[in-house]
């Protein structure tokens, strides 16, 4: 086992970011059997996480304690946002097994908290909503004792498809805002600052403990960031995560700039001042890293 740099673990990768990355971005590198394990489950069952697509820095400390988040309704999303490093372009027909085979992946990896998510599907009706609701009643009819947090798109705005959602009633309904409002058309230009912001409220208000999600460094002030914790807790949102953006491949969006661990701990501060019950802030924080610590007894 060894603590390695981020960046040495992307070499050999010809479209990997080139930029220097301070140094207390470091990871433990360790595919252990829990890793091995998880990787033969995922592979067997055909099925996509976000730890992968995502590129995510924590994939070996996760997979290593048994906690993946799982990517459904295929792995090609509708959108192109300019930090994201998931395939866009024209997704394949809905997979109507997928909702069993993450539910028995949950079962194999004897999960207790299951965190779900999708590309977005803007080309359904629906948005993906009803494949979200499924899913959940096979985690739970398979795993009774699993609680289930989804992280849902915009469902651009689609009061109906939310219902949808809702009406499973999972653990944490959670909805990344992703950045600052004044950079919403340039790197998420499919998406829409109010639009999430609403989502998150009109959440909370059919009784879900909300979630939502930051990643700073794409050239956001410190003063925007706060303000979007503001409107968060505006929309009574409970719990937020707060994480460095890095860069996925050299075609996407460079980092701006690198926050030190000491800033993120002032934003977690400042988080739970302004009444978040839980907030993950540093530089590898990401929407779903120690979730299940953020389930509500
Ligand atoms: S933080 Fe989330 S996306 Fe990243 S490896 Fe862990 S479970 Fe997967």
Request: hydrophobic letters at 35%.
């Amino acid at each position: 086992m060894s603590f390695v740099p981020i960046e040495d673990l992307r070499k050999g990768d010809g479209s990997s970011s080139h930029q220097r990355l301070p140094p207390w971005f470091k990871v433990r590198l360790q595919q252990g059997p829990d890793y091995r394990d998880i990787r033969q489950v995922v592979d067997d069952l055909g099925l996509h996480t976000i730890c992968e697509e995502a590129r995510c820095p924590n994939i070996w400390e996760c997979w290593n304690n048994r906690t993946a988040t799982f990517l459904i309704l295929g792995d090609i999303c509708t959108r192109r946002c300019h930090y994201c490093s998931v395939t866009t372009g024209k997704p394949l027909a809905v997979d109507h097994d997928e909702p069993l085979r993450v539910a028995q992946a949950v079962q194999a990896m004897r999960l207790k908290h299951a965190v779900i998510t999708s590309v977005n599907r803007d080309e359904l009706d629906d948005g993906g909503a009803s494949v979200f609701t499924e899913t959940i009643r096979q985690i739970r009819r398979l795993n009774p004792a699993c609680t289930v947090e989804v992280l849902i798109p915009d469902f651009e705005g689609s009061e109906s498809a939310l219902q949808t959602v809702t009406a499973e009633r999972p653990e944490i309904l959670n909805h990344n805002i992703e950045t600052v409002e004044r950079l919403f058309p340039d790197i998420r230009p499919q998406g829409k600052y109010q639009r999430s912001i609403e989502l998150l409220g009109r959440a909370k208000h059919m009784g879900m403990t909300t979630k939502s999600g930051l990643i700073i460094g794409m050239g956001e002030t410190a003063d925007e960031t706060r303000q979007v914790m503001q409107d968060l807790r505006a929309a009574k949102c409970d719990i937020l995560t707060i994480g460095q953006y890095l860069q996925p491949t050299r075609q996407h969006l460079p980092v701006a700039r690198f926050y030190h661990p000491d800033e993120f701990a002032a934003f977690k501060a400042e988080g739970l001042a302004l009444g978040f019950s839980h907030v993950e802030a540093s530089p590898l924080a990401r929407s779903s890293y120690h979730a299940e610590q953020q389930v509500m007894p």
